[in-house]
């Protein structure tokens, strides 16, 4: 951690990685780490920190969409469906940087790995409170479908509130199909429809989790961590709820993590 750029404002220390995905490798108050390292699971880039998801969120099924009245067909990397976008692999630039912020940039591919080229910017910024993550999504010449958000690997919480107003099925392949229902006891692996704050403590920790993002998937079953994942839609959302950002209209999402020791 010491060798990547971090920010820091009170006891709020940041380290962030460009290179390994422009994920956040680590978020530390007082001295308590709230996220899953990379050591500890093998450098696995889906098992660890707080990446970006990007041009598309969770799975896309058997890596196959339509836009426009096209058949496109990305790459698979997961159980045979396209997982998470390509941001969480690839090299992001630095484009700014303070002792409180930190911007990264990348430039999206035109290739079989995503088509429409493209390009998305990430802004970290860090206060006394917390944290607020900035992504924003911008097409170039052509117009493209796009889903996007953030996938944080929490340590192990002792609380978890969380109270969304509905979950979307999954069929029997495990991906969500566009029918909301209520919400099950958990654990969950779910995309689910929220808008209320979302609280945690870890280790002594509490943490407010916020976002102007309706959907969030939750992944709380690994007995060592919790994923709370804010996204802009659901995921096979190219299917299911598209959205388009069209050229010379980016799009943009906000993540929030405000932070107080409850000891």
Same mark, same amino acid.
């Given at each position: 951690?010491? +060798?990547? $750029?971090?920010i820091?404002?009170?006891?709020? #220390?940041v380290?962030i ?5 422009? #994920?956040?490798?680590q ?8 996220l899953?390292?990379r050591?500890e699971?093998d450098?696995? $880039?889906?098992a660890?920190g707080a ?6 969120a969770g @799975?896309?099924?058997g890596g196959?969409?339509?836009? @426009?009245g ?5 790459p ?7 997982m998470h976008?390509v941001?969480f ?10 002792p409180?912020?930190?911007?990264l940039?990348?430039d ?6 995503w088509?429409f080229?493209g390009d998305?910017t990430q802004?970290f910024?860090v206060?006394e409170r917390?944290?607020?993550?900035t992504m924003? =999504?911008?097409?170039h ?6 889903? !996007?958000?953030?996938?944080?690997? !929490?340590?192990k919480p002792?609380?978890f +509130?969380f109270?969304?107003?509905a979950?979307y ?12 229902? +209520? =919400?099950?006891p958990?654990?969950w +692996?779910?995309?689910?429809?929220n ?6 403590e870890?280790?002594? =920790?509490?943490?407010?989790?916020t976002s ?6 939750v992944?709380?079953?690994p007995r060592?961590?919790?994923c709370?994942e804010p996204?802009t839609?659901?995921?096979d959302?190219?299917?299911i709820r598209?959205?388009v =950002?069209?050229?010379?209209a980016p799009m943009?999402?906000e993540?929030?993590l ?6």
């Open positions: 951690m010491n +060798d990547l $750029p971090t820091t404002a009170g006891t709020v #220390r380290a990685d460009p290179g390994a995905g422009g #994920r956040i490798a978020i530390v108050v007082d001295g308590t780490p709230l899953v390292d050591d699971v450098g696995n $880039p889906l660890w990446y970006p998801m990007v041009p598309w @799975r896309i099924r196959r969409f339509e836009f @426009r096209v058949e496109y067909r990305l698979c990397n997961h159980d045979g469906h396209a976008g941001g692999v690839s090299a992001w630039t630095v484009a700014g940087r303070t409180t912020r930190l911007e940039r990348l999206l591919p035109s290739d079989v790995r088509p080229g998305v802004v910024e206060d917390g944290l607020t993550c924003t =999504v911008h097409a010449d052509r117009a493209f479908p796009t889903s !996007f958000g953030w996938h944080p690997w !929490f340590r002792s609380r +509130d109270e969304p107003t979950m099925r999954r069929d029997e392949y495990h991906i969500a199909v566009d029918d909301l229902v +209520d =919400v099950p958990g654990p +692996d779910d995309c689910f429809v808008t209320a704050p979302i609280g945690l870890i280790d002594g =920790v509490a943490l407010t989790l102007p993002c309706t959907h969030w998937v992944y709380d079953q060592h961590a919790t709370v996204q839609g659901p995921p959302a190219f299917t598209p959205e =950002v069209e050229p010379g943009v999402a993540f929030r405000e932070v107080a020791p409850t000891q």
